[in-house]
């Protein structure tokens, strides 16, 4: 079905201007129009994402009509709603942002106003939050439940990282990296699994104390001897052994992890290049 079919689609939006307007006007603004364009366009966009996934969405038809593909899809923003708001309050009970007010303010104070206030029939494609705390998947291309959707499992996922480690190591490490942490716009779970894959390479325990000299120098040596792109493969294989090792080899957490290692590998180069891999390894020594 083509999203651009004015014929069929615009029957669809004066349907919702009158769900809008209770039926009681045939006129609305065109800034409102547009809206509930939106509002169609999105979920009709859900219900092709469904056929992609497999999802059992298909219908019998070669072709189906915009009016079942909205009805099919306004099902499938409902159901996902409910789905995230599950995933929200299993997550929110253990959570924990570290101190970080951010995170806090983002994940704990904020989500919950989505789920009060979002609107499945008229406004879907907006997601009322600005998602201030920042998470390692890409976001810009997202809106409405699906970028909150993905947020949240972004958020539990982190999560699952940094219950593993003792909170007192956490705080080290965020200490470590700014003394003013509470109030930076930064991804914990990042900066934890930074040091930790730092501690790795240099053949170091997971622990607060600092690098010995013999530490510092195999972690040098370990970023001089590679290339940029053999750094990251390299991190990418310490990350699939601490999966397999502490989280019974959770390939999803390990491949939302994988995301920031690109940027964390050019990072150690720079580090070794400026001399300033003390700032790029938290941990490296004391502050």
């Known amino acids: 079905m083509k999203k ?9 939006v004066g349907e919702l201007a009158e769900k809008y307007t209770g039926k009681e006007s045939t006129s609305i603004t065109y800034e409102k129009a547009r809206q509930l364009m939106g509002a169609v366009l999105y979920c009709i966009r859900e219900y092709e994402v469904g056929l992609e996934q497999k999802e059992g969405l298909i219908s019998p038809d070669d072709r189906v009509e915009a009016k079942a593909a909205y009805r099919l899809g306004y099902e499938k923003v409902l159901e996902k709603v409910k789905e995230t708001q599950a995933l929200y309050n299993h997550i929110i009970g253990d959570f924990n942002s570290y101190g970080n007010r951010c995170y806090y303010d983002t994940f704990a104070k904020g989500l919950p106003s989505f789920f009060l206030y979002y609107d499945p029939r008229f406004t879907p494609q907006d997601h009322l939050l600005t998602l201030d705390y920042p998470v390692l998947c890409p976001m810009n291309s997202l809106r409405g439940i699906d970028a909150i959707h993905v947020y949240v499992k972004s958020i539990g996922l982190e999560q699952t990282l940094l219950g593993k480690f003792p909170e007192e190591y956490i705080f080290h490490v965020l200490k470590a990296y ?26 170091k325990g997971i622990h607060t104390g600092k690098y010995t000299d013999e530490e510092i120098k195999r972690l040098e040596n370990c970023i001089n001897c590679n290339t940029a792109e053999e750094l990251e493969r390299y991190l990418k294989e310490l990350t699939d052994e601490l999966m397999d090792i502490g989280y019974g080899n959770n390939e999803e957490l390990g491949e939302y992890l994988k995301k920031d290692l690109h940027d964390y590998a050019f990072e150690l180069k720079q580090g070794i290049k400026n001399r300033c891999l003390d700032r790029i390894v938290a941990t490296w020594g004391e502050k």
Do not use: Q
């Open 4 to 12: 651009d079919n004015m014929e069929e689609l615009l029957p669809l």
């Open 178 to 203: 700014s003394a003013d942490y509470k109030s930076l716009f930064i991804n914990i779970a990042s900066i934890v699994l930074r040091n930790v894959l730092g501690c790795r390479m240099a053949g």
